[in-house]
């Protein structure tokens, strides 16, 4: 009685992870899946590029071309032609 108890135990898990899987598979599943990735994928990039960008901010300030074109960029948006 045991081993049949056992067995249809066994077949229900069967059947729920059949189920389980057919979802997992469905078009929908996958669309949904693939626009929480990339939203996510997104979002974590800029906050990367952010952090990189505030730490060798400085230091590519520093940088001579870097420096006159900033400098020269400025100047047009004050309307300082030179």
């Known amino acids: 009685m045991d081993s049949e ?3 249809i135990e066994l077949i229900g898990q ?4 059949n189920k389980k899987i ?3 598979l469905s078009i929908k599943y ?3 899946t ?3 990735y990339g939203i996510g994928f997104f979002v974590g990039s800029a906050i990367l590029a952010t ?3 505030g730490i060798l901010g400085p230091v590519l300030g ?3 071309w870097v420096k006159t074109n900033y400098d020269a960029g400025v100047s047009i948006i ?3 032609n030179k």
Do not use: P
């Not at 069967?14 to 992870?17: A, D, H, P």
């Open 5 to 7: 108890k056992y067995n």
């Open 14 to 17: 069967v059947v729920e992870l």
């Open 22 to 24: 057919a979802r997992q």
């Open 30 to 32: 996958i669309f949904m």
């Open 34 to 36: 693939g626009i929480i």
């Open 51 to 53: 952090i990189a960008l």
């Open 62 to 64: 520093k940088i001579t």
């Open 78 to 80: 004050k309307g300082d």
